[in-house]
């Protein structure tokens, strides 16, 4: 070992929102948020990924220059950033950019005023990447803002929180808080807030914004750590070191002393993100942080090029390269500018902030990562520069690409990227040449966070023919990568055959042929013959504008230009604009919202800002894991089975011993009563396999460790020993349980009846479509934080479980049954749940149920914080099914009879399967089909159970249902619109589909609602318009599409209490739990409303005294369960029942106390009660009238889109919806619950793959394979209607739904898609000249590119070249 290695180990030193932490003996693999989560009090760093995928946990890391007196400040993701790594750094989280005791930052208030967090617990994530936007911009020296904003663009300020996932709000209200700093935002443009009102000048709305200052904007670098500087410290603990060299000697002299052929004994680091993607379940002896090396962190530029130090982080190669462009325009300008652009789409902000260039090209070679930057940059012939002991080595990236995989101790020192420029007189074209450079990339989301299908980056160099009409290749470079290949590599042969053409169609085809046996996925890579076909597209894209066609062919672009510079320019430019990108400069277009705010219940119908949201953007709202560890407590995590159907003869670890920091494991012997996971009235599962696993991802044991990184690498390590002698084959198919007969059941009482009779409606007919299919798959909740619980044994043998789940009750009866403990000794607590959307109903009581087993045995408080792959293995998520429709209709379109024969997938236990059939035929029944029948069947499987999502059913439904439509629709040859208004339900149609819950003729609004949009959308001119656009666009298409939602909820029975303390103050209790829903908001104005009917002075602020407070089972019990939408309204009766008891209690002492004095406000009139032994609390339960037990809502929706035939990539470019809320309860909650739903809704038809392996077991676990919608795949243009449609008797004062039936409107994005892409096809079918029909085309869910693309028709480029040669030799 060299010299440095025996360096006397230092201290860690940096500060936390200004406080100070020296650490020694700090274990090198310790994760920032680890750290933070652990040994400070600040939670708001929140872990939902661990992956560098979600933007939960990000941090505002600063770093003080002393040379220039310099703050650099950026975000970083804490959970893959090495606490090591940040010696000398302050870090600011979102309590240090503002909290409740010094204040909150205008961009807390911002966001809580514009109804921008909903669970929470995204949004401190969210705040401090928007934070560090506002420092950085208010740093440049751009003119000074107007006053009151920052120096950020609404294009910034947008793309400022493009990593940032949020699963609740669906962005909109996020963007429009970020650009509300923006120094060019116009405020009309930003959305529904509580400080202005619609129609307000801008002066006065900008005054009501909680102020901001741009010259305050810093982060605040503490004093004391600037004198604390060091150049990286070396430390160690227990054996393990971290290093941080400062020079190359010092880091050869390292590495020299690193043993041979040990995985374990050392790692190089820079950024660390590396370990996001190639997860590392081992720690190391010794880290090298290389970032202090100044050989590798520096940018060098000369004539030949820009040179970069492998640890540059690709933000700072991203400044360098535009920096470029700035001090010499000429000079490789449009090359770097390029390269630059690219790499911004690399990861997310707080990736590229921390990740190094040499980072990713060693991943990429080592690894076979598919690499964007290894693409781009083998295109332009960068050289790399590599160290091995002290040998340097400059070779081709293309070399390096190639060789065998880079030797451990080896050291990427820079890389160098050559200057190209365009040159004058070409010898062999005696002209000037001109250089072409395009980079593509083809991937789920266009900026938030994902990996490509496949990217490209193509040079070339061009110059205009002798003729001076034509165009010539001189030499070309095209790079491919990403598509499943070991490296990024260049398509030589294809590059041999162009060198020196001129391009025609022929030319291109034949160069497209040659591509298509160069790029070949390797085996077992996904979606192979799309990705191939991308590199087609992408160099048809490149080329095509340099490609001779005639006059005709090319729109006649050619004519009127004379210099073969000119032509060249303007033949570029206008070829290449077919392909033109839509895209706006800001990611959003617009948005209007349009409510209409009710006074008669003041202040239930105002759209008052959500409970507890400033705490939630601070971070201080407490979640269960924010919940400090009682001391001596042990943390828990699953054991799960990867077979369907096995029985488990045992569990080792991997190396033998136990692994570190494990206490126990704990399995079914160890439960004292009942092996209950889950209770409920619909059935039961256990909590941990006896004996046979059922299914992959049961659970079969529970390892306990002294920290949750030990049990979940424990529980990694665990190999369990199988045993399938004597078992039946499990069914993993709806088709295989059919065949077994293996079926859940589903009680008469929750089974649907049919409507009318299917075969007299058939004889009816015109037509009929018999037998046809449809198939639909799963989609996972993804909310932010998984399933978590943290369980406190108490005295006399009770046990307190602090729980994230939205069934407190049914919780707490399984709980007592698993241990076998009377009700009273369990006490659930819930406060707030960072996202359910139904995962949390029943999946989350097993979690608990474990905790409270392990430390009812262990007499410890155990927790559990699910890692997100486990989270994701045995959720269940929504049910996947199977569907055969036969269906008759009359030749104008009008449907007579429909019957459906349904095979659900279940899973493998009843969780709340059985109400899938009636959720289904809910919304079938949104038509009238003249006769509706059907058989639905659960299929009992050896899969993970299936549970209720968001919209269970309904947005299945909603899809078959518009399905058929469509079928039927172009069976017909008719417009889909007109079949789909002809099938409308009239109010006696209506009638006979939901018999009595139908309401009253005035209720139903659909009609109107249908015919308003239909206008306010100007849906019918944009018809015309599309059709116009997709005849003159050859490579993007058009669609748009109208559908309504008519969704049936059912009120449940719901408890609440008031009570109000001496001081005048309101403490409340519901059984409804706050998920993000608003549901705390509402009963919060309920209970003003309420108690202001005792009508005394001072019940206007009523609303600021109240408090909902969490959900505690043993101080009000027959909670039920969060779930179906209503649960708020509930809630709120539940409230009022209590609110009714208070004032007539109050009002009688009110008569007496005005007798004796002229007016009484609030707090005496409270106190008088209190001294007067007047019963100040009540409690009641809501229990629904048989005529207000089940309703109808109604909406619809009108999307347009805009997909691309060369990538398959579906753009929306504009959303209207009207949802009738009733009156609304406070239309901000309302207008959140559906824009959030719609954008999760799109989420499961264009984006959410929830792909299992062949045994059953989840493959998709994580963000780099699970793609939920971000803020650039939302709606360009949304705009939404809040209708008040009055006076409903029935209703919770007048008040709606509006928490699930928004989702099933999200099929209109798919509707629009499948019409666009039946555009693309009438196209290519006309190319080839065949007569196809395509009434029976389907489109899968989720239509991803792949999918897209491949409905297209993956070879239309090369069925349009073979046309145009064909065409092109006719006209000569
Ligand atoms: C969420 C996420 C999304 C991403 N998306 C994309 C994407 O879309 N496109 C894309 O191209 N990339 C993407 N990346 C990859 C990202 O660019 C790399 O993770 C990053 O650049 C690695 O740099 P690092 O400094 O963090 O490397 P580290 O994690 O510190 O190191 C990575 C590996 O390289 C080794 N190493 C690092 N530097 C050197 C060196 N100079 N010499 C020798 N060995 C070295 C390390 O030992 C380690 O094995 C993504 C990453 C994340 C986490
Ligand atoms: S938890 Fe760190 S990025 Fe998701
Ligand atoms: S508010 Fe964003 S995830 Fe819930």
């Given at each position: 070992?060299g010299e440095?290695?025996?360096?006397?180990?230092?201290?860690?030193?940096?500060?936390?929102?200004?406080?100070?932490?020296?650490?020694?003996?700090?274990?090198?693999?310790?994760?920032?948020?680890?750290f933070?989560?652990?040994?400070?009090p600040?939670?708001?760093?929140?872990?939902?990924?661990g992956?560098?995928?979600?933007?939960?946990?990000?941090v505002?890391?600063?770093?003080?220059?002393?040379?220039?007196?310099?703050?650099?400040d950026?975000?970083?993701n804490?959970c893959?950033?090495?606490l090591?790594s940040v010696?000398?750094?302050?870090i600011?989280?979102?309590?240090g950019?503002?909290?409740?005791?010094?204040?909150?930052?205008?961009?807390?208030?911002?966001?809580?005023?514009?109804?921008?967090s909903?669970?929470g617990?995204?949004?401190?994530g969210m705040?401090?990447?928007?934070?560090?936007?506002?420092?950085?911009?208010?740093?440049t020296?751009?003119?000074?803002?107007?006053?009151?904003?920052?120096k950020?663009?609404?294009?910034e300020?947008?793309?400022?929180?493009?990593?940032?996932?949020?699963?609740?709000?669906?962005?909109?209200?996020?963007?429009?808080?970020?650009?509300?700093?923006?120094?060019?935002?116009?405020?009309e443009?930003?959305?529904?807030?509580?400080?202005?009102?619609?129609g307000e000048?801008?002066?006065?709305?900008?005054?009501?914004?909680?102020?901001?200052n741009?010259n305050n904007?810093?982060?605040?670098?503490?004093?004391?750590?600037?004198?604390?500087?060091?150049?990286?410290?070396?430390?160690?603990?227990?054996g393990y070191?971290?290093?941080?060299?400062?020079s190359l000697?010092?880091l050869?002299?390292?590495?020299?002393g690193?043993?041979?052929?040990d995985?374990?004994?050392?790692k190089?680091?820079?950024?660390?993100?590396?370990?996001?993607?190639?997860?590392?379940?081992v720690?190391?002896e010794?880290?090298?942080d290389?970032k202090?090396?100044?050989?590798?962190?520096?940018?060098?530029?000369?004539?030949s090029?820009?040179e970069i130090?492998?640890a540059?982080?690709?933000?700072?190669?991203i400044k360098?390269?535009?920096?470029?462009n700035?001090y010499?325009?000429?000079?490789g300008?449009?090359v770097?500018?390029?390269?630059?652009d690219?790499?911004?789409k690399?990861?997310s902000?707080?990736?590229?902030?921390?990740?190094?260039?040499?980072?990713?090209?060693?991943m990429?070679?080592r690894?076979?990562?598919?690499?964007d930057m290894?693409?781009i940059?083998?295109?332009?012939?960068?050289?790399?520069?590599?160290?091995?002991g002290?040998?340097?080595e400059e070779?081709?990236?293309?070399?390096?690409?190639?060789?065998?995989?880079?030797?451990?101790k080896?050291?990427l020192?820079s890389?160098?990227?050559p200057c190209w420029?365009?040159?004058?007189?070409?010898?062999?074209s005696?002209?000037?040449?001109?250089?072409?450079?395009?980079?593509?990339?083809?991937a789920?989301?266009?900026?938030?966070?994902?990996?490509?299908y496949?990217?490209a980056?193509?040079?070339a160099?061009?110059s205009?023919?002798?003729?001076?009409?034509?165009?010539v290749?001189?030499?070309?470079?095209?790079?491919?990568?990403?598509?499943?290949?070991k490296?990024a590599?260049r398509?030589?042969?294809?590059?041999e055959?162009l060198a020196g053409k001129?391009l025609?169609?022929?030319?291109l085809?034949?160069?497209?042929?040659?591509?298509?046996t160069?790029?070949?996925?390797?085996?077992?890579?996904s979606?192979?013959?799309?990705?191939?076909?991308?590199a087609v597209?992408f160099l048809?894209?490149?080329?095509?504008?340099l490609?001779?066609?005639?006059?005709?062919?090319?729109n006649?672009?050619?004519?009127g230009?004379n210099?073969?510079?000119?032509?060249?320019?303007?033949?570029?430019?206008?070829?290449?604009?077919?392909?033109?990108?839509?895209?706006?400069p800001?990611?959003?277009l617009s948005?209007?919202?349009v409510i209409?705010?009710?006074?008669?219940?003041?202040?239930?119908g105002?759209?008052?800002q959500k409970?507890?949201?400033t705490?939630?953007?601070s971070?201080?709202?407490?979640?269960?894991?924010?919940?400090?560890s009682p001391?001596?407590c042990?943390?828990g995590?699953?054991?799960?089975?990867?077979?369907?159907?096995?029985?488990?003869?045992?569990?080792k670890?991997?190396?033998?011993?136990?692994?570190?920091?494990?206490?126990?494991i704990?399995?079914?012997?160890?439960i004292?009563?009942?092996?209950?996971?889950?209770v409920?009235?619909?059935?039961?599962?256990?909590l941990?396999?006896?004996e046979?696993a059922?299914c992959?991802?049961?659970?079969?044991?529970?390892?306990?460790?002294?920290?949750q990184?030990?049990?979940?690498?424990a529980?990694?390590?665990a190999?369990?020993d199988?045993?399938?002698?004597n078992?039946?084959?499990?069914?993993?198919?709806?088709?295989?349980?059919?065949e077994?007969?293996?079926?859940?059941e589903?009680p008469?009482?929750?089974?649907?009846e049919?409507?009318?009779n299917?075969?007299?409606?058939?004889?009816?007919?015109?037509h009929?479509?018999?037998?046809?299919?449809l198939?639909?798959g799963s989609?996972y909740y993804?909310?932010?934080?998984?399933?978590t619980?943290?369980?406190?044994?108490?005295?006399?043998?009770?046990?307190v479980?602090?729980?994230?789940t939205?069934?407190?009750?049914?919780?707490?009866?399984t709980i007592?049954?698993?241990?076998g403990?009377?009700?009273?000794?369990?006490r659930?607590?819930?406060r707030?749940?960072?996202g359910?959307?139904?995962?949390?109903a029943?999946?989350?009581?097993?979690?608990?149920?474990a905790c409270?087993?392990?430390?009812?045995?262990?007499q410890?408080?155990v927790?559990?914080?699910?890692?997100?792959?486990?989270?994701?293995i045995?959720?269940?998520g929504?049910?996947?099914?199977?569907?055969?429709?036969?269906?008759g209709?009359?030749?104008?379109?009008?449907?007579?009879?429909?019957?459906?024969?349904?095979?659900?997938?279940?899973?493998?236990?009843?969780?709340?399967s059985a109400?899938?059939?009636?959720?289904?035929v809910g919304?079938?029944?949104k038509?009238?089909?003249?006769?509706l029948?059907?058989?639905?069947?659960?299929?009992?499987?050896?899969?993970?159970?299936?549970?209720?999502?968001r919209?269970?059913?309904?947005?299945?439904?909603?899809?078959?249902?518009?399905?058929?439509?469509?079928?039927?629709a172009?069976?017909?040859?008719?417009?889909?619109?007109?079949?789909r208004?002809?099938?409308?339900?009239?109010y006696?149609?209506?009638?006979?589909f939901?018999?009595n819950?139908?309401?009253?003729p005035l209720?139903?609004?659909?009609?109107?609602i249908?015919?308003?949009?239909?206008?306010?959308?100007s849906?019918?001119?944009?018809?015309?318009?599309?059709?116009q656009?997709?005849?003159t666009?050859?490579?993007?298409?058009?669609?748009?599409?109208?559908?309504?939602t008519?969704?049936?909820?059912?009120?449940?029975?719901?408890?609440g209490k008031?009570?109000?303390l001496?001081?005048?103050t309101?403490?409340?209790?519901v059984?409804g739990v706050?998920l993000?829903?608003?549901?705390w908001t509402?009963v919060?104005?309920?209970?003003?409303?309420?108690l202001?009917l005792?009508q005394?002075?001072?019940t206007?602020?009523?609303v600021?005294?109240?408090?909902?407070?969490?959900?505690d089972?043993?101080?009000?019990?027959?909670g039920g369960?969060?779930?179906?939408s209503t649960?708020?309204?509930a809630?709120?009766?539940?409230v009022?029942l209590?609110?009714n008891?208070l004032?007539?209690?109050?009002?009688a002492?009110?008569?007496r106390?005005?007798?004796?004095m002229?007016?009484?406000?609030w707090?005496?009139?409270i106190?008088q009660?209190?001294?007067?032994?007047?019963?100040?609390?009540?409690?009641?339960?809501?229990?629904?009238?048989?005529?207000s037990?089940?309703?109808?809502?109604?909406?619809?929706?009108?999307?347009?889109?805009?997909?691309?035939l060369?990538?398959?990539?579906?753009?929306?470019?504009r959303t209207?919806?009207?949802?009738?809320?009733?009156q609304?309860?406070n239309?901000?909650?309302?207008l959140g619950?559906i824009?959030?739903?719609?954008?999760?809704?799109?989420?499961?038809f264009m984006l959410?793959?929830?792909p299992t392996?062949?045994?059953?077991?989840?493959t998709?676990?994580?963000?780099?394979?699970?793609?939920?919608?971000?803020?650039?795949?939302?709606?360009?243009?949304?705009?939404?209607?809040?209708?008040?449609?009055?006076?409903?008797?029935?209703?919770?004062?007048?008040s709606?739904?509006?928490?699930?039936p928004?989702?099933?409107?999200?099929?209109s994005?798919?509707?629009?898609t499948?019409?666009?892409?039946?555009e693309?096809?009438k196209?290519?079918?006309?190319?080839?000249g065949?007569?196809e029909?395509?009434?029976?085309?389907?489109?899968e869910?989720?239509?991803?590119?792949?999918?897209?693309?491949?409905?297209?028709g993956l070879?239309s480029?090369?069925?349009?070249?073979?046309?145009?040669?064909?065409?092109?030799?006719?006209t000569?």
């Amino acid at each position: 070992m060299g010299e440095v290695t025996e360096t006397r180990t230092e201290s860690l030193v940096f500060a936390v929102n200004g406080q100070k932490f020296e650490l020694y003996n700090v274990d090198p693999s310790t994760t920032l948020l680890e750290f933070l989560r652990s040994q400070t009090p600040f939670k708001s760093v929140k872990l939902s990924c661990g992956e560098g995928g979600c933007g939960a946990c990000v941090v505002l890391l600063s770093k003080y220059d002393p040379v220039i007196d310099q703050v650099e400040d950026f975000t970083v993701n804490s959970c893959l950033t090495l606490l090591c790594s940040v010696n000398g750094c302050s870090i600011t989280t979102a309590e240090g950019v503002g909290n409740s005791k010094d204040g909150f930052h205008p961009i807390q208030k911002r966001f809580a005023g514009f109804h921008a967090s909903q669970c929470g617990f995204c949004t401190p994530g969210m705040c401090v990447s928007l934070f560090s936007a506002l420092v950085n911009a208010d740093k440049t020296n751009r003119p000074e803002p107007r006053r009151g904003f920052s120096k950020l663009t609404v294009s910034e300020a947008e793309k400022s929180i493009a990593g940032n996932l949020c699963r609740c709000t669906g962005y909109r209200p996020i963007a429009d808080a970020c650009k509300s700093f923006a120094a060019d935002v116009d405020m009309e443009d930003l959305g529904l807030n509580s400080f202005w009102k619609n129609g307000e000048s801008d002066e006065v709305k900008l005054s009501r914004l909680p102020s901001y200052n741009h010259n305050n904007a810093s982060s605040n670098f503490p004093e004391f750590l600037k004198k604390e500087l060091k150049a990286g410290a070396n430390l160690a603990s227990k054996g393990y070191h971290w290093y941080s060299p400062v020079s190359l000697e010092q880091l050869q002299s390292l590495l020299q002393g690193v043993e041979e052929n040990d995985e374990t004994s050392m790692k190089i680091v820079v950024g660390n993100t590396g370990t996001g993607y190639y997860k590392e379940l081992v720690g190391y002896e010794r880290y090298i942080d290389l970032k202090y090396v100044p050989e590798l962190s520096t940018i060098r530029k000369d004539q030949s090029g820009v040179e970069i130090g492998a640890a540059v982080t690709i933000s700072k190669a991203i400044k360098a390269l535009k920096e470029e462009n700035d001090y010499d325009p000429h000079r490789g300008k449009m090359v770097f500018e390029k390269i630059a652009d690219h790499m911004e789409k690399i990861a997310s902000a707080f990736i590229r902030n921390s990740g190094s260039v040499g980072g990713n090209l060693i991943m990429a070679q080592r690894k076979q990562f598919p690499s964007d930057m290894a693409t781009i940059l083998l295109s332009v012939g960068t050289l790399v520069n590599i160290m091995t002991g002290q040998k340097h080595e400059e070779l081709s990236l293309e070399d390096f690409l190639g060789m065998p995989p880079l030797h451990p101790k080896s050291v990427l020192l820079s890389i160098k990227i050559p200057c190209w420029v365009s040159r004058k007189k070409d010898v062999s074209s005696e002209s000037d040449t001109k250089l072409l450079f395009e980079t593509y990339r083809a991937a789920p989301r266009p900026l938030g966070n994902a990996l490509s299908y496949l990217n490209a980056a193509f040079l070339a160099e061009v110059s205009a023919f002798s003729d001076s009409t034509r165009i010539v290749l001189n030499n070309c470079w095209l790079a491919f990568g990403a598509y499943g290949t070991k490296h990024a590599i260049r398509a030589r042969k294809v590059e041999e055959f162009l060198a020196g053409k001129m391009l025609g169609a022929s030319v291109l085809y034949e160069a497209i042929k040659i591509l298509e046996t160069i790029i070949v996925p390797e085996d077992g890579t996904s979606s192979p013959a799309y990705r191939s076909s991308l590199a087609v597209g992408f160099l048809f894209e490149f080329l095509s504008p340099l490609v001779d066609t005639p006059p005709e062919i090319s729109n006649g672009c050619l004519n009127g230009y004379n210099t073969t510079e000119g032509l060249m320019d303007s033949k570029l430019k206008q070829n290449y604009d077919q392909f033109g990108e839509t895209k706006p400069p800001t990611l959003l277009l617009s948005a209007k919202q349009v409510i209409h705010s009710s006074k008669e219940y003041h202040p239930v119908g105002e759209p008052i800002q959500k409970t507890g949201a400033t705490i939630q953007a601070s971070g201080e709202a407490v979640y269960v894991d924010d919940i400090p560890s009682p001391s001596n407590c042990l943390h828990g995590a699953f054991i799960y089975s990867t077979e369907p159907l096995a029985r488990v003869k045992g569990i080792k670890f991997k190396y033998g011993s136990l692994p570190n920091g494990v206490t126990g494991i704990i399995s079914v012997k160890d439960i004292p009563g009942k092996n209950v996971g889950s209770v409920t009235g619909l059935g039961e599962e256990p909590l941990y396999a006896d004996e046979v696993a059922q299914c992959a991802g049961d659970r079969i044991a529970f390892v306990v460790a002294d920290t949750q990184k030990y049990a979940d690498l424990a529980a990694n390590l665990a190999v369990v020993d199988y045993d399938k002698e004597n078992l039946k084959p499990p069914i993993l198919s709806v088709e295989e349980a059919v065949e077994r007969c293996s079926f859940l059941e589903v009680p008469p009482f929750l089974y649907p009846e049919q409507v009318g009779n299917f075969s007299e409606g058939m004889a009816e007919a015109d037509h009929e479509i018999l037998s046809a299919k449809l198939k639909l798959g799963s989609q996972y909740y993804f909310y932010m934080e998984t399933q978590t619980a943290l369980a406190v044994p108490d005295e006399d043998n009770c046990i307190v479980v602090y729980s994230s789940t939205q069934s407190p009750e049914y919780t707490h009866d399984t709980i007592a049954k698993c241990l076998g403990l009377p009700g009273h000794n369990v006490r659930l607590i819930t406060r707030r749940v960072g996202g359910g959307f139904g995962g949390k109903a029943l999946k989350s009581i097993p979690v608990a149920t474990a905790c409270a087993v392990a430390a009812y045995k262990l007499q410890r408080p155990v927790r559990m914080y699910l890692n997100r792959k486990t989270d994701m293995i045995m959720a269940g998520g929504r049910h996947p099914m199977k569907i055969t429709y036969s269906v008759g209709f009359k030749s104008n379109g009008k449907i007579t009879a429909l019957k459906l024969d349904i095979l659900i997938d279940a899973g493998i236990y009843p969780d709340v399967s059985a109400i899938m059939p009636e959720h289904m035929v809910g919304t079938l029944r949104k038509y009238d089909w003249g006769a509706l029948s059907f058989d639905i069947k659960l299929c009992k499987t050896n899969l993970p159970s299936r549970s209720a999502m968001r919209a269970p059913g309904e947005i299945q439904a909603s899809f078959i249902t518009e399905a058929i439509i469509e079928h039927v629709a172009s069976t017909l040859s008719l417009d889909v619109d007109s079949v789909r208004t002809i099938n409308l339900h009239t109010y006696n149609s209506l009638g006979l589909f939901y018999k009595n819950h139908a309401g009253e003729p005035l209720e139903y609004t659909l009609p109107s609602i249908w015919d308003k949009l239909a206008t306010s959308s100007s849906f019918y001119h944009r018809t015309e318009m599309i059709k116009q656009f997709n005849r003159t666009h050859k490579w993007r298409k058009r669609g748009i599409s109208r559908v309504p939602t008519v969704h049936e909820v059912g009120m449940r029975p719901t408890p609440g209490k008031v009570s109000i303390l001496k001081d005048g103050t309101i403490v409340v209790e519901v059984g409804g739990v706050e998920l993000g829903q608003g549901l705390w908001t509402k009963v919060k104005q309920m209970t003003a409303y309420g108690l202001s009917l005792v009508q005394c002075g001072g019940t206007e602020e009523l609303v600021e005294k109240v408090r909902v407070i969490q959900a505690d089972t043993l101080s009000l019990i027959q909670g039920g369960m969060t779930a179906g939408s209503t649960t708020s309204e509930a809630s709120c009766e539940a409230v009022k029942l209590c609110c009714n008891v208070l004032v007539e209690r109050l009002t009688a002492l009110k008569e007496r106390l005005l007798e004796q004095m002229k007016s009484i406000d609030w707090e005496t009139l409270i106190l008088q009660a209190h001294m007067t032994s007047v019963n100040l609390s009540a409690s009641s339960l809501y229990i629904p009238a048989i005529s207000s037990i089940s309703y109808l809502n109604y909406g619809a929706a009108i999307s347009e889109v805009e997909i691309n035939l060369l990538t398959g990539e579906t753009t929306t470019l504009r959303t209207d919806i009207i949802y009738d809320c009733g009156q609304s309860l406070n239309p901000a909650v309302d207008l959140g619950q559906i824009e959030g739903a719609y954008v999760q809704g799109i989420g499961f038809f264009m984006l959410e793959e929830y792909p299992t392996n062949s045994d059953g077991l989840v493959t998709a676990n994580g963000t780099w394979s699970y793609k939920v919608p971000t803020v650039d795949t939302i709606p360009k243009q949304f705009n939404v209607e809040i209708l008040n449609s009055g006076h409903h008797q029935n209703r919770v004062l007048s008040s709606k739904a509006s928490g699930e039936p928004p989702l099933t409107l999200a099929v209109s994005v798919h509707c629009a898609t499948m019409a666009a892409i039946k555009e693309a096809r009438k196209q290519v079918i006309s190319w080839s000249g065949q007569k196809e029909s395509d009434s029976a085309l389907q489109l899968e869910v989720p239509a991803t590119m792949p999918v897209v693309k491949e409905r297209c028709g993956l070879d239309s480029i090369q069925k349009f070249l073979q046309w145009t040669i064909v065409n092109t030799i006719g006209t000569k």
